[in-house]
């Protein structure tokens, strides 16, 4: 059984800062990537960062320079720190991973969600 818990959503005035965390457990054979994604209400999912195992990161054109993506291997854990945020940022973000698992093919996995809002 993977998991992915996500954590560090919360409320912020416009130009402050968050950081989310998303936390990988269960019997994992390899991480491949990890990403944020996220949805604004009555909007399609769209990819805000992602990070491979080669550490290669890839950024919405509307985060870059405000956002960055890293990774603790060893904790099986990525991070986005959130700086300079808009209240146009205010959506559900969700983790997500790709992932081999030890009895299965590759595939991807995603976390419960986590509400980031930003006041004007």
């Known amino acids: 059984q993977v998991q992915l818990v996500e954590s560090g959503g919360g409320l912020v005035q416009a130009g402050g800062s968050l950081r989310l965390s998303c936390a990988a457990s269960?019997?994992?054979?390899?991480?491949?990537?990890m990403g944020w994604y996220r949805q604004a209400p009555g909007k399609q999912r769209e990819l805000v960062a992602s990070?491979?195992?080669?550490?290669?990161?890839k950024y919405a054109d509307s985060v870059k320079g405000r956002f960055t993506i890293s990774r603790d291997s060893a904790k099986n854990t990525v991070y986005l720190q959130m700086n300079s945020l808009k209240p146009e940022d205010t959506a559900v973000y969700y983790c997500?991973?790709?992932?081999?698992?030890?009895?299965?093919?590759?595939?991807?996995?995603w976390g419960q969600g986590t509400q980031v809002t930003v006041s004007s």
């Open positions: 990070i491979t195992s080669g550490g290669s990161t």
């Open positions: 997500a991973a790709d992932l081999t698992l030890p009895t299965g093919p590759r595939g991807d996995y």
């Open positions: 269960g019997s994992i054979l390899s991480i491949n990537a």
